[in-house]
């Protein structure tokens, strides 16, 4: 299992002119993401055909269960059940893959938010280096279902242009092929979603009552007026 610990990290929410919003679907909660990265590990081969999780969820229940925390079994029994789990509906980010002490520029930033973006929708659009500086930066604040610190930061982008699918884009395994061949590819975690931004805002106010993260508040224009603001899960007077 993944250890979730405190850390600090950029993404991009992205809006286009026809009111929608770009949204990740996460197909399956992280302790069976964390069981698919092991698998990579172990070499294990990836089946000739497509393989879907109860393939492999004998093996999971044997030899990842065991070691589960208590909050991993419960989003895993949320999961059976067909319900919402941690972070089901949620915005591309990740960490920084340069030293923490290094200054690190607003542009620099927003490039490698743009590459995790890339990377987990499989879309990219057009911006110029001057626009950077003007996107708002909002930063939200708040503690995981495991119990550590989470700072995430999220660029707004606008009525985007030029918002394309890649023919085909996985940082993990670049191949000629659309096909899934590890078990370390992102579509077998996310699922990239252009919703109404409506629809959106109210997804991701169901999950509140899981985890107060505040991400529904990035949906709507109210953070459009404000750069660099911070929200913190008490901030319970947005809502």
Same mark, same amino acid.
């Given at each position: 299992?993944?250890?979730?610990?405190?850390?600090?990290?950029?993404?991009?929410?992205?809006?286009?002119?026809?009111?929608?919003?770009?949204?990740?679907?996460?197909?399956?909660?992280?302790?069976?993401?964390?069981?698919?990265?092991?698998?990579?590990?172990?070499?294990?081969?990836?089946?000739?055909?497509?393989?879907?999780?109860?393939?492999?969820?004998?093996?999971?229940?044997?030899?990842?269960?065991?070691?589960?925390?208590?909050?991993?079994?419960?989003?895993?029994?949320?999961?059976?059940?067909?319900?919402?789990?941690?972070?089901?509906?949620?915005?591309?980010?990740?960490?920084?893959?340069?030293?923490?002490?290094?200054?690190?520029?607003?542009?620099? &930033?927003?490039?490698?938010? !743009?590459? +995790?973006?890339?990377?987990?929708?499989?879309?990219?659009? $057009?911006?110029?280096?001057? /626009?950077?500086?003007?996107?708002?930066?909002?930063?939200?604040?708040?503690?995981?279902?495991?119990?550590?610190?989470?700072?995430?930061?999220?660029?707004?982008?606008?009525?985007?242009?030029?918002?394309?699918?890649?023919?085909?884009?996985?940082?993990?395994?670049?191949?000629?092929?659309?096909?899934?061949?590890?078990?370390?590819?992102?579509?077998?975690?996310?699922?990239?979603?252009?919703?109404?931004?409506?629809?959106?805002?109210?997804?991701?106010?169901?999950?509140?009552?899981?985890?107060?993260?505040?991400?529904? &508040?990035?949906?709507?224009? !109210?953070? +459009?007026?404000?750069?660099?603001?911070?929200?913190?899960? $008490?901030?319970?007077?947005? /809502?």
């Amino acid at each position: 299992m993944a250890n979730h610990k405190c850390c600090t990290s950029y993404g991009i929410v992205v809006k286009t002119e026809c009111k929608r919003i770009m949204v990740l679907r996460r197909k399956v909660p992280y302790c069976i993401q964390d069981f698919f990265h092991r698998l990579h590990k172990k070499k294990q081969p990836w089946p000739s055909s497509p393989s879907l999780f109860f393939d492999v969820r004998a093996q999971f229940e044997d030899e990842w269960m065991p070691m589960m925390k208590k909050h991993e079994l419960e989003d895993y029994k949320r999961y059976l059940k067909g319900e919402s789990y941690e972070d089901m509906y949620d915005f591309p980010h990740g960490q920084l893959r340069s030293k923490p002490k290094e200054k690190i520029s607003t542009t620099e &930033l927003f490039y490698a938010a !743009y590459r +995790e973006f890339q990377e987990e929708t499989g879309f990219h659009f $057009k911006f110029t280096k001057e /626009e950077i500086e003007d996107y708002p930066l909002v930063t939200l604040q708040y503690t995981g279902l495991d119990g550590s610190f989470y700072k995430q930061n999220y660029f707004i982008v606008n009525d985007v242009r030029g918002l394309k699918r890649h023919v085909y884009f996985n940082s993990f395994n670049k191949s000629s092929t659309g096909q899934v061949t590890s078990w370390n590819d992102d579509r077998l975690i996310y699922q990239s979603l252009l919703l109404p931004i409506e629809v959106a805002y109210r997804k991701f106010t169901v999950q509140q009552k899981m985890r107060s993260d505040l991400k529904h &508040l990035l949906c709507s224009n !109210y953070l +459009e007026r404000f750069y660099g603001c911070t929200l913190l899960d $008490k901030d319970k007077d947005y /809502e």
